[in-house]
């Protein structure tokens, strides 16, 4: 279906001019009002509303907007209240609202189209610092699928429906974290500081993402541990003549097909699709897992190249070249480093004396034509002196060394704080970053609490202060 046969062609050339930021301003003060359990917006509330938020009416430019030059030359939208109600035409024009009459009260009311509600709760989503609750998609379905097993009743149809949604939900929020992950990934790239390594990693991604998504999907809502019991439910449910009477019979209430063979056709296809999904979902998670493990790897190799960089000419090269790529689109700073650059090369006609040049006759001699130099490919060169120090930095950092250093530091402890491990080099720091990364592990003698724990400052190092607790030997098993 074309977007423009629902929506009109100049929806979105309210975004177009000078005025975008109050547009979008103005429809989030729309959305509030909205939210505020009113039913029936009056245009006088959106009005005042706007009005009210006469600073940012400061900054509107008539000259973008489409109106008559007689209206722009008269200085009819000077004041906050005319510009509002320039805001609410063009609003009115280009689909987003319309104007209507109550017929109780003989007001003007706002009435929004279904696919501007849509699309405001989509704007309010991106903008939204409150973080959303997981949804526990996985261990809900087990749940739901295993209480309407134990109690069949009238609501076995409707379950077998939101667990099929809920699958759906569960590939769109996988596919969504593999990009996520791979976002970040990328971004790596435009980061030339190791703080801002260090920021992206622990107080974006690891909160953000790894907390809220990755890992829960490895503990309380694993596909691994609930894959095997809802299959089996669903299969029950499918080769049980009696279960899969009651589901046609439940499916065909309301529904506008009485065929009975199409209706549990489409149970069928619902059920296999429930089941054929979580056959096949270890494949993308397992491809989450590289995507996570790359991303922590290529973190920890740019913090150890960003802090060993050296202070030769090759060292100052790499920073140029960095520096280079920093700016490579702020024109203004590119040209003062390559006039810098070039007001640094220098070229002249070198001679030379021997005993030959102070006697007669007096020899002319001139150095033959060498071979010129190769030009250089920079491209190679930085991806080699990348590989050379990926090559020579890759076996620093065992599993030994990180767990010895653990070891060290509980001593004779069971529990420790991230406060208490001594951080006296950043070798120690590299230590203890791969060490919570490698809580996780099977291997590991150790786990992390207290994942929600404030920051704190351990010698020059801003770390959380995670707590490091010693597993049971239960738990190591």
Known sequence: MNLFNIVPNNYFSIFAGKNKEIYIDSLFILYSLLQNDEAIIKKNDFLNALKDREKNLVGFDINDEEVSEEEKSSNTFETSSAKASLIIRRLEETGWLDISMDLDSYEEVVVLPPYTISLLKCFSDIVSDEEAPYLSLVHSTYSELKLEDEDIDELLYPTLLRCYENTKKLKVELVTLTHSIRIFQNKLNDLFDTNQVLHSYFDVYKK?????????????????????????????????????????????????????????????????????TYETLNVLISSID?????????????????????????????????????????????????????????????????????????????????????????????????????EETKNIYTDERVYSFMEKSFGSNKLINAKDISLPNFDALICLILATVKSEDESSFYKIEDINAPEIRNNNFIVPNFTYVKKDEEENK
């Open 290 to 390: 590289r995507e996570n493990n790359a991303y922590t790897k290529s973190s920890t190799q740019k913090i150890l190249y960003l802090n060993n960089s050296d202070r030769t000419i090759k060292g100052h090269l790499e920073n140029i070249f960095k520096y280079y790529a920093l700016n490579n689109n702020n024109n203004k700073n590119l040209g003062i480093i390559l006039s810098k650059m070039q007001d640094s090369l220098y070229f002249y006609h070198q001679g030379f004396i021997d005993s030959n040049s102070v006697t007669l006759p007096i020899l002319k001699k001139y150095r033959e034509e060498g071979i010129p130099m190769e030009i250089v490919n920079y491209d190679e060169a930085d991806e080699m002196i990348m590989n050379n120090f990926l």
């Open 208 to 276: 953000k993402i790894s907390d809220r998504y990755y890992h829960p999907l490895k503990t309380f809502d694993s596909v691994a541990k609930y894959k095997r019991p809802i299959i089996k439910i669903l299969d029950r449910w499918l080769k049980d003549k009696t279960i899969r009477e009651k589901l046609i019979i439940q499916a065909s209430i309301g529904s506008r097909n009485n065929n009975k063979k199409d209706i549990e056709s489409d149970i069928i296809e619902k059920i296999n699709f429930i089941t054929d």
